[in-house]
């Protein structure tokens, strides 16, 4: 059984393929202005490095913040229940879940059946996501993969950034960074900042301690550090974070798939 | 008596000199530098302008999110409370106050005679602030001068869904790619900056007499925004951005050792 799941974000668009359940293919790219077009670019760029056809796929279901104008889907599914459903295929005993991505913020609870039980979400306010790392990394002109490992070289004290907005926080770097404040100090501060702001999120749905982190920002190790401290946790990671909506997408499919083919045609 | 007030922004410094009753003198700065120095500097130069001697000035009132850094000041007031008192001076009617800065919004209550009686602020969100205005001139190309009565003449105003200054750009950036017009664009941007500065007016109750002070005041386009809104009139004074220098210059005429806010 082949079927396929398509997380279309703010950011980026993935997407999965499962043969069998299991991962055959998958790929992360960036979404840009149309999120039709970035749906299927992340299909065939999944496709591409399998010597499956198109029409092998025999089901889709679509997720994310550009779910419903996914041409090819069959379906679409909430990224809640995604973001759990493919967490909890990467770590079946896993409670909570954190999904960073790059314009919200999401803490999900889910039963052992990878079920939502409760969830809250910061999609309002850019500070405490990617996005927000993402503006200050070009403001430094650090590349957005260097922001972790930067930050925890934060050795002479992490630079305080009093302002909870994105767009005040900017004026604030800058001020610091003409004072001499080293980069790393001022990362640190930026990281410790998205680690708090987490932290409240999580604090409301209740923490356990074993906890999924996806989503983009999981690559960050300077925030996943400082997450881990502040909630005396340690964190599952995936090999690719950035798939887990989509995967829970594909697992919705076969679902699906598997549904029909008992109630019959 | 003479009295002056300087109000001491995120972004500018402006400066009033008062005789009684009457504005002798005004003159508005952009921060460059420190701001104990920047404050001094627009303060020397209003004087300048105008041919008044620091020595004829009875005393000097600062407000504003810098107040306390300036040293020539013999007190300093609230934001609050200067708004207030400015608004009153310029429309004696004036019973509620909305102030929209760079960084931030507030709204004041206040009685007949001009005294604050309640106030809700915003300076944690950049939704609603000048600076997003700034932001979004500069991504359209548009000088901040023209922003409103370009917004005017929006057919098709564009609905901005983001509360967040940040994400409502990308949005902002959507739209460009898309043609959208430059006013339907900036058309949308007022109806949203107009929301979040409503809800804040909410939070004290908007009662007639409403006065829009602040530098956003200048922007037409947000203020024909804000009236259809609220689905009332509003006063604008002739020199928003001075009111809070006004206030200052006004409380500055009380005895010394008035309640301090």
């Given at each position: 059984?082949?079927?396929?799941?398509?997380?279309?974000?703010?950011?980026?668009?993935?997407?999965?393929?499962?043969?069998?359940?299991?991962?055959?293919?998958?790929?992360?790219?960036?979404?840009?202005?149309?999120?039709?077009?970035?749906?299927?670019?992340?299909?065939?760029?999944?496709?591409?490095?399998?010597?499956?056809?198109?029409?092998?796929?025999?089901?889709?279901?679509?997720?994310?913040?550009?779910?419903?104008?996914?041409?090819?889907?069959?379906?679409?599914?909430?990224?809640?229940?995604?973001?759990?459903?493919?967490?909890?295929?990467?770590?079946?005993?896993?409670?909570?879940?954190?999904?960073?991505?790059?314009?919200?913020?999401?803490?999900?609870?889910?039963?052992?059946?990878?079920?939502?039980?409760?969830?809250?979400?910061?999609?309002?306010?850019?500070?405490?996501?990617?996005?927000?790392?993402?503006?200050?990394?070009?403001?430094?002109?650090?590349?957005?993969?260097?922001?972790?490992?930067?930050?925890?070289?934060?050795?002479?004290?992490?630079?305080?950034?009093?302002?909870?907005?994105?767009?005040?926080?900017?004026?604030?770097?800058?001020?610091?960074?003409?004072?001499?404040?080293?980069?790393?100090?001022?990362?640190?501060?930026?990281?410790?900042?998205?680690?708090?702001?987490?932290?409240?999120?999580?604090?409301?749905?209740?923490?356990?301690?074993?906890?999924?982190?996806?989503?983009?920002?999981?690559?960050?190790?300077?925030?996943?550090?400082?997450?881990?401290?502040?909630?005396?946790?340690?964190?599952?990671?995936?090999?690719?974070?950035?798939?887990?909506?989509?995967?829970?997408?594909?697992?919705?499919?076969?679902?699906?798939?598997?549904?029909?083919?008992?109630?019959?045609? | 008596?003479?009295?002056?007030?300087?109000?001491?922004?995120?972004?500018?410094?402006?400066?009033?000199?008062?005789?009684?009753?009457?504005?002798?003198?005004?003159?508005?700065?952009?921060?460059?530098?420190?701001?104990?120095?920047?404050?001094?500097?627009?303060?020397?130069?209003?004087?300048?302008?105008?041919?008044?001697?620091?020595?004829?000035?009875?005393?000097?009132?600062?407000?504003?999110?810098?107040?306390?850094?300036?040293?020539?000041?013999?007190?300093?007031?609230?934001?609050?409370?200067?708004?207030?008192?400015?608004?009153?001076?310029?429309?004696?009617?004036?019973?509620?106050?909305?102030?929209?800065?760079?960084?931030?919004?507030?709204?004041?209550?206040?009685?007949?005679?001009?005294?604050?009686?309640?106030?809700?602020?915003?300076?944690?969100?950049?939704?609603?602030?000048?600076?997003?205005?700034?932001?979004?001139?500069?991504?359209?190309?548009?000088?901040?001068?023209?922003?409103?009565?370009?917004?005017?003449?929006?057919?098709?105003?564009?609905?901005?869904?983001?509360?967040?200054?940040?994400?409502?750009?990308?949005?902002?950036?959507?739209?460009?790619?898309?043609?959208?017009?430059?006013?339907?664009?900036?058309?949308?941007?007022?109806?949203?900056?107009?929301?979040?500065?409503?809800?804040?007016?909410?939070?004290?109750?908007?009662?007639?007499?409403?006065?829009?002070?602040?530098?956003?005041?200048?922007?037409v386009g947000v203020v024909q925004a804000l009236r259809e809104l609220l689905e009332m009139d509003l006063a604008v004074p002739e020199h928003p951005e001075i009111t809070g220098a006004l206030g200052a210059a006004l409380l500055a005429r009380e005895p010394a050792g008035a309640a301090r806010a």
């Open positions: 059984m082949i079927v396929c799941g398509i997380d279309v974000g703010a950011r980026t668009a993935k997407a999965v393929v499962l043969a069998d359940g299991e991962i055959a293919a998958h790929s992360v790219i960036r979404t840009g202005p149309q999120s039709a077009a970035a749906a299927v670019a992340a299909f065939e760029a999944a496709m591409a490095t399998t010597s499956l056809r198109r029409e092998d796929v025999e089901f889709t279901v679509a997720t994310g913040y550009g779910r419903v104008v996914v041409p090819f889907a069959q379906r679409n599914v909430t990224e809640i229940a995604c973001h759990a459903r493919g967490s909890h295929h990467f770590f079946p005993e896993v409670r909570t879940i954190l999904d960073m991505g790059g314009q919200d913020c999401k803490a999900i609870r889910c039963d052992e059946t990878g079920k939502v039980t409760n969830f809250l979400m910061n999609d309002k306010c850019a500070a405490g996501t990617g996005r927000s790392l993402e503006v200050m990394a070009s403001l430094l002109q650090v590349r957005l993969e260097d922001v972790g490992p930067l930050s925890l070289e934060a050795n002479d004290g992490l630079a305080k950034i009093s302002n909870t907005c994105v767009v005040f926080a900017k004026s604030e770097v800058l001020a610091l960074a003409r004072q001499g404040v080293p980069t790393r100090d001022i990362l640190g501060g930026l990281c410790d900042g998205v680690a708090d702001r987490v932290k409240r999120l999580l604090r409301g749905v209740g923490v356990e301690e074993d906890f999924v982190i996806s989503g983009g920002i999981s690559k960050n190790v300077g925030v996943v550090r400082r997450i881990e401290q502040k909630l005396g946790v340690t964190s599952h990671i995936c090999f690719e974070p950035q798939i887990v909506g989509a995967v829970g997408a594909a697992l919705f499919a076969q679902a699906f798939l598997e549904r029909k083919a008992s109630t019959g045609p | 008596m003479v009295t002056a007030g300087i109000d001491i922004g995120h972004e500018s410094v402006s400066v009033v000199v008062l005789d009684d009753d009457a504005i002798l003198g005004h003159a508005t700065f952009v921060i460059s530098g420190e701001v104990g120095a920047t404050a001094r500097l627009a303060f020397e130069r209003t004087l300048d302008r105008l041919g008044i001697a620091r020595a004829s000035i009875d005393r000097i009132f600062a407000t504003g999110v810098a107040r306390e850094n300036v040293a020539l000041a013999d007190g300093h007031r609230t934001q609050m409370l200067s708004h207030a008192r400015g608004a009153h001076w310029w429309f004696p009617g004036a019973r509620t106050v909305i102030d929209v800065g760079a960084e931030g919004s507030r709204a004041m209550r206040c009685d007949a005679s001009g005294h604050l009686t309640n106030f809700a602020l915003n300076d944690k969100c950049a939704s609603g602030s000048g600076v997003f205005l700034e932001t979004v001139a500069g991504m359209l190309d548009v000088p901040l001068a023209d922003m409103g009565a370009l917004s005017l003449r929006a057919p098709r105003p564009v609905v901005l869904t983001s509360t967040c200054a940040v994400f409502a750009e990308s949005e902002i950036v959507a739209e460009i790619h898309r043609g959208t017009s430059t006013e339907d664009i900036l058309r949308g941007v007022n109806e949203s900056m107009v929301s979040k500065i409503a809800a804040i007016g909410r939070r004290v109750g908007i009662v007639p007499d409403v006065v829009l002070t602040g530098g956003v005041a200048r922007n």
